[in-house]
Structure formats: structure tokens, C-alpha cells
């Protein structure tokens, strides 16, 4: 948060305090504004914040830890399957959402675990290719697992999971206040989300700043040297998987809830790359970078899909290029630019994994002395 | 005199290269050991087997009485073994405070869960960190450097970054490989007084290094490898005029470095 108040250009370095509040009010207002622009926006807004946890949860990965994960969307899978077999008419089980989605998380963590198990002593390239292979076999399972016994029901998916039921307030339904106002699910979503994207944050916050976060970094530096002074390598890389599906899971489970709908094909490997595009442009390591990346390469393609085939049509008479195809084209042009022109991402992380605060302040009382 | 560190017939093979032969030494608390020899003698790789790095075909470690885990590191530096290396290794991208940070990882006990709560005793344990962490670099000289990232530090405060690091670890034994390579004299002169300090404050030093000027000077007794062998252990006087010693520096009769040197 903080550290998205400094990244404002000008402002955040003059004023940060006016800075914090600017993203604050950004926050909370984006639907408002975006709702301007019709209720499609507020439902990308809504997906956005799902890319950001999972951008986040990645980014404990393969920014903090330098683990190199190409299989992510599996863990997104875990949890969003686990909140359909658990909410929904396909086992007819109903189970509350709070019971759910920790469960979902926790799924995936175990999954994150056996993941990380068989690939312990892999680096970069070989690492790459392994987590890949385990996003398609997730996928695939849960493509085949119809048969001999229905449990993913195949490519059609799971229908009419639950929605998100808050206190016996369910949110799927507009909310009335008095006779006059009512207020579209979709916001409501969109502030669920935004609670379990400031959740994550402050969460992945702690651990980046701690003794966990330090051992991380250490590893990405250098293995050996981390080794030798005493990391157990091991029960870190394990650590960094399972908490960075944990977010992916929790992600998935909300993702189920809000779309009332699973099928496999919402988890292909393009996903995956699409989440590691975004925290490499956003600044692999960098928070703030991270949620910056998720936010534009999930609204620049929607923004293009809506302006290029209006555009299309009137130019040619008819569609050339179908907005999917953009979509990708667009991500491959922005990490091409990315890489040419700011390789760090557009936030760069800095190396500070302490408290800078702390840090600083004794070093004006060691200068004072 | 009390044995810190014992070596017993030590033997680490790699395919039919017998890189340690049969060694056995014995280090005492507080004194600084230095350990030397021709290149490719087996220093490193007996620093390796020591700190758990490689496992050896035959003998054990024993350390303050019990043995060493073998391919284990991390248990080792928890033991109370820490080094530096040949070629410094650093946390390049981390902030000279955040390398030593990282270095009290093995004494300290935050878990996940404590750490996502930020309970009190994390809390006060990161703290505890920061200002020891602090207190290190200044022992060392650099805390001016504090908020540097490691990789921008000169190569000489590279060198004492590293050695701050190892004992953030807390050990008992600090193994320091090749600590004054590429220094000059200046460098080498007060990585001296380093050490020297080190060792004051009851810190056992093993020392491998070929400044022969330095491990005369500042061991208080030495092993001479060659060829995988222990071929002297003694104080350096003694060893200054061991033949076998002599003869492996500068070539000699009968043995195989002459072979080598020629």
C-alpha cells in the first residue's frame, strides 16, 4: 500500500501521505467509476482483482523465492474444483463459504507440497518445464475424471456452484437499500475481493520483511550460500510453494463463487503465462509492481477488445482479428517492450527485505555519535 | 587444551581421483589452524566435507564431542560451523544489513504462522535481528555501508560482508577459505587484526590460505596438505622446516610433487 502510494509518478514522492489516500479512494471508488462505462467494466474490475491474487501468490514464488513456476493456474484450479465439489447440487453438498475457501487454500497448499516435492533440486529452465508438465496433468485430470466414476464431470464442467453467502447475505443478488437504490452484485463482489486482496497483501507484506522472507531471497541469490549459513533449503522451497498456492487457491474459490461456474478450460497453460507476464511486467519482487502488472494486463486487452472491433468493423466491414488473439498478441508485444525498455518491470523491487525505517534511523543515530 | 574439532581418517573420493586421503587432524578451542598446501592439495574439498557440502567415502567428524552430520549443511552451521568461501558468495541483491540479517536465520525461531500474526515475540525477534545484524557490521567496519546492496561494496568489504555473515550464525568454529585472496597489503594487514579480534572473543578460526607470510604470522598451528595427504601438523615454525613440507612447496626428492612441479 505504501509502497503503491510512492510508485505514483510525482506525487508519491512529494506527498506521500496524500499519495496513500489517493490509492485508497482509488480502491474503494474504481466500480463507481467504471460503472460509468457500463456494468461490464465492474465485472472486469471484479476479475481483475482475482488476476492480482493470483499475481501475488505467484509472485512469492517466482519473485521472492526465484522459483520459476509455469504451472500456477493449477493451484487456481484446486481451489476453484474444490469450492464446486463442496458447494454446489454436483455432490449436493452446501457447506458455507468460510468453511470452503480454507479448505480450497489448503488444498492447494498440499498441492503446492507435492509439487515442490519431486522438484527440489531443479533450478530455472529444468524447474520450469516440471511445473509446467504438473499445470496440463491437473488440467487434464480434471478433464477425464468423469469416467468410470463422475467426480470433475469432465468438459462440461460443475453448473450452478453457490454463491458467496455472507451472514446469510447473499451477494449474487442485488442489494435493495430503501425503495430507491439498489446495488448490483457485481460491486459487492468487487469489495469481497478487494477485502481478500488487501488480506493478501498485508499478508505477503509480513513474510517478505521477516526471517521466511529473508530465507527466500537468500535462496534466489544463491543457493549455496544459503546453504551455508544454515537455511534449511529444502523446508524453505516447500514453504514458498505451498503458501504461494495458498493464495491461488483462495483465488480459485472465490473465482468459483463468482462465476457459478467450473470447467477446465478456464485453467490452460495460457493462464499461467498470463499471471507470470504480469508480475514480470509489473516487477517480479515488487508488491506494488506486481498489483500494478495484474491490474493493466488484465484491463488493457478488455479496453482493446472494446475498441478494436468496433474499430474493425467500420474499417473492414467485419472482424480480422478475433480480440482472443489480440489478447495474446498484446501480452507478447508488452513483455517485448518490457524487456527492451525497463527489464526490472515498471516498479522495480528494491532490495529491502528489512525495515528500512529501522534501518535508517539507527544509521543517523551511528552518524550522530 | 580442549579438541574442538576432530578429524578422523577422512577419505573423499571422486571417481578415481582420491581427493582426501586418510586425513586426521585435530583442532583446539581458541587457537586460529591454519590449513595449507599446493593448489588442488584437497583444502577446498576438505572444507567441503567439514561443512557438510560433500559426504566422505570413509571416516567422520567429530565436533565439541559429537559427530558432524555428513551432506547436510544446515546442520552443520546449527552445530556451530560456519564459512566464508573461496569465490565470495553473497546475497547479491540483498542490502549488506540483509545478508547479515539472513545469517541469523539458524538462531532464530519465527515460524510462518507466528510471522502472519506478527505476534509479540516476532515482532521482538525481528528487532533483535536488526540491531545484531548492526552490531556485526560494525564489528567487522562496515556498518557505514549498511544500506548498501552487497554487490556494490568494494571487494575487500565483500570479503568482511561475508565473514560478518558467518558469524551472524553464532559458530564456534569460523572457516574462512581464502579470506585474502586479491587483497593487497593493506587489506590483507587488517584482515589480520580481524581475525586476530575474532579469535579474542573466543571464536576457534580454521584458516586455509596461500599468503604463506599470513599463516605463519597469525596460526597458531598449521596442517600441510599435499596431494590429498596430510603431510605436516605443527606450529609453524616447525613446519617452516618440515622436508616433506619443503618438497612439496619448492620440489624435492622421492616425492610426487617434485613430479608435479616438474
Not at chain 1, 34 to 54: E, P
Not at chain 1, 60 to 74: K, M, P, R
Not at chain 1, 133 to 151: A, D, S, T, W, Y
Not at chain 2, 31 to 41: M, Q, S, T
Request: net charge neutral; with cysteine; glycine share 10%.
Amino acid at each position: 500500500m505504501n509502497e503503491l502510494a510512492l510508485a505514483i509518478p510525482w506525487l508519491g514522492k512529494r506527498n506521500p501521505a496524500a499519495a496513500r489516500w489517493v490509492v485508497m479512494a482509488l480502491a474503494i471508488g474504481a466500480p463507481l467509476i467504471a460503472m460509468l462505462f457500463g456494468k461490464t467494466w465492474v465485472r472486469i474490475l471484479d476479475f481483475a482483482l482475482l488476476y492480482v491474487m493470483l499475481a501475488i501468490g505467484l509472485n512469492l514464488v517466482v519473485g521472492f523465492a526465484g522459483l520459476l513456476d509455469l504451472g500456477y493456474i493449477a493451484f487456481y484450479a484446486v481451489g476453484a474444483y474444490t469450492f464446486a465439489f463442496l458447494a454446489s447440487p454436483h455432490f449436493e453438498l452446501h457447506l458455507p463459504f468460510w468453511l470452503v475457501i480454507p479448505i480450497g487454500a489448503a488444498c492447494a497448499a498440499l498441492a503446492g507440497i507435492i509439487l515442490g516435492l519431486p522438484t527440489l533440486r531443479l533450478r530455472g529452465d529444468y524447474l520450469a518445464i516440471v511445473t509446467l508438465g504438473f499445470g496440463e496433468i491437473v488440467r487434464i485430470f480434471l478433464n477425464n475424471l468423469n469416467h468410470p466414476v463422475n467426480i470433475t464431470n469432465g468438459p462440461q464442467g460443475i453448473n450452478m456452484v453457490d454463491p458467496l453467502v455472507l451472514f446469510g447475505w447473499d451477494i449474487s443478488r442485488p442489494l435493495k437499500i430503501g425503495d430507491e437504490i439498489t446495488v448490483n452484485s457485481l460491486f459487492l463482489y468487487y469489495y469481497v475481493f478487494l477485502a481478500f486482496v488487501a488480506l493478501s497483501v498485508v499478508l505477503v507484506q509480513r513474510l517478505q520483511v521477516s526471517r521466511v522472507g529473508r530465507a527466500w531471497a537468500a535462496i534466489r541469490d544463491d543457493e549455496l550460500a544459503a546453504k551455508a549459513i544454515g537455511i534449511n533449503t529444502r523446508n524453505m522451497k516447500l514453504l514458498a510453494f505451498s503458501l504461494g498456492a495458498t493464495f491461488g487457491g483462495a483465488a480459485g474459490g472465490l473465482f468459483a463463487a463468482f462465476q457459478g461456474f467450473v470447467s477446465p478450460e478456464s485453467f490452460s497453460l495460457m493462464e499461467s503465462i498470463a499471471i507470470l507476464t504480469m508480475i514480470v511486467f509489473g516487477g517480479m519482487g515488487n508488491l506494488a509492481g506486481v498489483i500494478v502488472g495484474a491490474l493493466t494486463l488484465t484491463a488493457l486487452p478488455e479496453i482493446l477488445r472494446y475498441v478494436a472491433v468496433p474499430v474493425q468493423e467500420r474499417l473492414f466491414g467485419h472482424v480480422l482479428l478475433d480480440p482472443e488473439v489480440l489478447r495474446m498478441l498484446l501480452l507478447s508485444l508488452a513483455m517485448i517492450f518490457m524487456m527492451l525498455l525497463r527489464p526490472a518491470g515498471m516498479i522495480p523491487a528494491h532490495s529491502r527485505y528489512s525495515k528500512p525505517e529501522l534501518v535508517v534511523g539507527k544509521t543517523a543515530a551511528e552518524a550522530a555519535k | 587444551m580442549i579438541t574442538l574439532l576432530e578429524a578422523k581418517h577422512v577419505t573423499k573420493r571422486f571417481g578415481g581421483l582420491t581427493a582426501l586421503s586418510d586425513v586426521s587432524l585435530t583442532i583446539r578451542k581458541g587457537e586460529v589452524y591454519g590449513l595449507i598446501g599446493p593448489n588442488g592439495a584437497g583444502k577446498t574439498t576438505f572444507f567441503n566435507v567439514l561443512t557438510g557440502a560433500y559426504v566422505p567415502e570413509e571416516g567422520e567428524l567429530v565436533f565439541n564431542g559429537t559427530e558432524l552430520p555428513t551432506g547436510k549443511p544446515h546442520l552443520v552451521v546449527a552445530a556451530g560451523i560456519a564459512r566464508t568461501f573461496q569465490n565470495i558468495r553473497l546475497f547479491r541483491e540483498m542490502t549488506a544489513l540483509e545478508n547479515v540479517m539472513a545469517g541469523h536465520h539458524i538462531r532464530s525461531r519465527a515460524n510462518p504462522f507466528s510471522i502472519l500474526l506478527q505476534t509479540r515475540q516476532a515482532r521482538e525477534e525481528e528487532h533483535l535481528i536488526t540491531e545484531r545484524a548492526f552490531e556485526l557490521l560494525r564489528y567487522v567496519g562496515i556498518e557505514r555501508f549498511a544500506d548498501t546492496v552487497s554487490k556494490n561494496l568494494s571487494y575487500g568489504d565483500q570479503r568482511r560482508l561475508e565473514i560478518a555473515r558467518a558469524l551472524a550464525t553464532e559458530p564456534q568454529l569460523l572457516a574462512l577459505d581464502e579470506p585474502a585472496a586479491g587483497m593487497n597489503a593493506t587489506e590483507t594487514a587488517k584482515l589480520r587484526e580481524l581475525v586476530q579480534t575474532i579469535r579474542g572473543d573466543g571464536v576457534t578460526v580454521l584458516l586455509i590460505e596461500h599468503d604463506v607470510k599470513l599463516v605463519m604470522g597469525l596460526c597458531d598451528r598449521l596442517a600441510v596438505l599435499d596431494f590429498g595427504k596430510k603431510i605436516a601438523e605443527d606450529v609453524p615454525a616447525q613446519v617452516q622446516q618440515n622436508d616433506a613440507v619443503i618438497a612439496a612447496y619448492l620440489g624435492g626428492h622421492g616425492t610426487k610433487a617434485a613430479g608435479a612441479a616438474a
